[in-house]
């Protein structure tokens, strides 16, 4: 036999063997209009049907050789996956997928490096049974899970794809980090069950805890972060979080103590606690950690070296420099009770590394520091500002 029927073949046959002849639109259905009319060509080509031509209609009827087949008990139908493997980048496409669970083609798109040709990738999968579409999510099959050895619970609520999205979203945009999903962790560390921990990204030497809040119940949320945090801390010395939240009241919660609580024990051993309001800003991330942004800051404080302050990130010339291009509640935190308790008695000054839309932000909060600041994308030092507010160079 030279052609390999499928399963499709044989639901065809099926159907034509039980109602007989049949209009070609009518059973087009069994296959989907794009790939019905070459299929039933070749199926008549090797005489498996027939096709009568009419005026302006075309029948299709089952031949002695199909009703043959279906009699004959040896005959294995195929599956149409079985007989045709998937093509390298739609292996890149279901790997990426299991990783989060559920993501939008714009986010393929970015993975792939395509404008248009993803949402063809994307058709064909689907059409295959290797993807399945919710709305403008796209999640693996039970096949598509079976192709890549993927055991993670598919995700069906629409606010889980949305997180899981946003958690792609911050992945693409720092090429080179390791990405460790929750399921992936909760094997290695005992995690509740209902965790609010997307994932561990690890990259630059170091590593983030990431979680992604929504609006609701954002107060019980932040409350279960810190204690998932502590935990993290004591098990795995995980003491970076990385928080994606579009709400702005995420950052006073994060230092909201409970009751007779000081708010300093709430992140105690914690290095950076790191808010965002859009997945965009992790670009920056990486960035931060690359060999340019640690030339351009050598330039500028030459023979710093590193500070024992935990809100600093260098002492230079007996001063303390404080980077802080990202929304680091807890660094800004540190750096306000300094400034405001000890900065006069140990008679230092404070230099804060910021971004241009940072400045006016900064400046309201620590009158008395001075700042370097970059530009939006981290290249270059855009002007120095003395605690005054007056403009020490413009390069």
Known sequence: MSLVLTERDRELLEKLARAGPCLLKEVLSVYGQGYGYKRIRRLAREEFVKVYRSVRTRTVAVT????????????????????????????????????????????????LGTAKYHYAVLKRMCRRGLLQRQGKYYRLTREGQRRVGSKAPRLWLGQQCKKADVVAAV????????????????????LNRTSFLSGVLTGCGCSYALYVLSGKK??????????????????????????????????????????????????????EVIVMQHPFGA?????????????????????????????ADWDWSGNLVCVLVFEDVLKRALLGDYLRYAALMERRTVTVVCRESQLQDLRSDFPSASFCVLSQDLSVIVEEVDPAGVSLWSP
């Open 283 to 311: 670009s920056l991330l990486g960035k931060r950690y690359s060999p340019a942004f640690a030339s351009l800051l050598e330039q500028r404080f030459p023979g710093a070296c590193p500070s024992t302050k935990v809100f």
């Open 64 to 111: 002695p050789r199909g009703l043959a087949t279906l009699a004959d008990g040896k005959t294995r139908f195929m599956r149409a996956f079985d007989r045709e493997k998937p093509r390298a980048r739609e292996q890149v496409v279901l790997e990426y997928i299991a990783t989060f669970g559920a993501v939008t083609a714009v986010r393929l798109g970015e993975l």
């Open 171 to 190: 992945v693409n945009r720092l090429p080179g980090w390791r990405f460790v999903p929750k399921t992936k962790v909760k094997e290695r560390i005992n």
């Open 218 to 271: 954002l107060y019980v949320a932040v409350g279960r972060l810190r204690e998932e945090m502590k935990m993290l801390a004591a098990v795995s010395q995980l003491d970076r979080v990385l928080v994606v939240c579009r709400n702005p009241r995420v950052r006073s919660l994060l230092l909201t103590p409970p009751e007779r609580q000081e708010w300093r024990t709430l992140w105690r051993g914690m290095k």
